[in-house]
């Protein structure tokens, strides 16, 4: 199979697996939600992004990052060389969550299949969490050491090995709506992806 061939035949089964998260009542978020978001971007990304969740104008517009964070997102990513098209981007919890709140353990557990399964169809070298509660999620997913809230600054923009793949915790973008007092190493932890 060509390397064409094996792309076409990944971005069939991410098409039907999109279909079956947009189709999705496994749990109670399917009530209270719009739209349930499946991932975006290449399915031969050797970056993947892992982002919480839906916010309201994703969940009403049923894309990932088409609110005030994604303009922040295609800012840090341009720090990187790199534009939305060339990465995959997902989230760790794929239906709104009333209220921002956060996810209880039985959501991500269940939702949680939709993202193994993007991993494995995607296979990218580098996973990118943004965020504590999703940093949190891929380490215990991957069976790397539990991570605490307190040790997060620390963990970002450094590059963890697990399984043949680099996993490089970061910020969301949305700590950049509220001021920018974290712009400027958020840029810099963003461009390390550039040597990833
Ligand atoms: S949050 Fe995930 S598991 Fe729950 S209904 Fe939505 S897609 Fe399904």
Do not use: W
């Amino acid at each position: 199979m060509t390397h064409r061939d094996d792309s076409h035949t990944r971005a069939a089964r991410m098409a039907r697996l999109a279909c079956r998260i947009r189709a999705c009542r496994a749990c109670a978020l399917h009530r209270t939600r719009q739209h349930a978001l499946a991932g975006e971007g290449s399915v031969s990304a050797r970056i993947f992004l892992v982002a919480l969740g839906p916010g309201a104008r994703e969940d009403r517009e049923g894309r990932m990052f088409v609110g005030p964070s994604g303009r922040v997102l295609d800012e840090l990513l341009a720090a990187a060389g790199l534009e939305r098209h060339r990465v995959f981007m997902s989230n760790l919890v794929k239906c709104r969550l009333p209220g921002n709140r956060e996810p209880a353990e039985r959501e991500v557990r269940t939702c949680g299949r939709h993202l193994a399964a993007e991993f494995r169809l995607v296979a990218p070298r580098v996973i990118v969490p943004l965020g504590f509660i999703a940093t949190r999620a891929v380490f215990r997913m991957l069976a790397l050491p539990p991570l605490t809230r307190a040790a997060f600054g620390g963990a970002c923009g450094r590059i963890v090995s697990a399984h043949e793949r680099k996993i490089v915790p970061l910020r969301h973008p949305s700590a950049l709506l509220h001021g920018s007092r974290l712009k400027s190493a958020m840029l810099g932890n963003y461009a390390r992806l550039v040597s990833c």
